[in-house]
């Protein structure tokens, strides 16, 4: 699952990282982001409790 957020500042993103990242991790499923321009921050969740990577590949690349 991708999850796109838009702030305006830098911090807005870096807070709303934060706290998606606490949620999730106390659900065991790990969150990566990344800076996509100044004011866009995606964030890939990977939901390996949930059900393997391969097939997030799978869903993903048939969309």
């Known amino acids: 699952a991708l999850i796109e ?3 305006r500042k830098l ?3 870096s807070d709303a990282m934060q706290r998606i990242d606490e ?4 659900e065991g499923v790990f969150v990566k982001g990344r800076f996509t321009g100044q004011s ?3 964030i ?3 939901w390996e409790r ?3 990577a ?3 590949a799978k ?3 048939s969309k």
């Open 50 to 52: 949930r059900f393997p």
């Open 44 to 46: 890939l969740v990977n």
């Open 11 to 13: 911090s807005d993103l």
């Open 40 to 42: 866009s921050l995606s």
């Open 23 to 26: 949620r999730l991790s106390s």
């Open 5 to 7: 957020i838009r702030g």
């Open 54 to 56: 391969s097939e997030l």
């Open 59 to 61: 869903e993903t690349l």
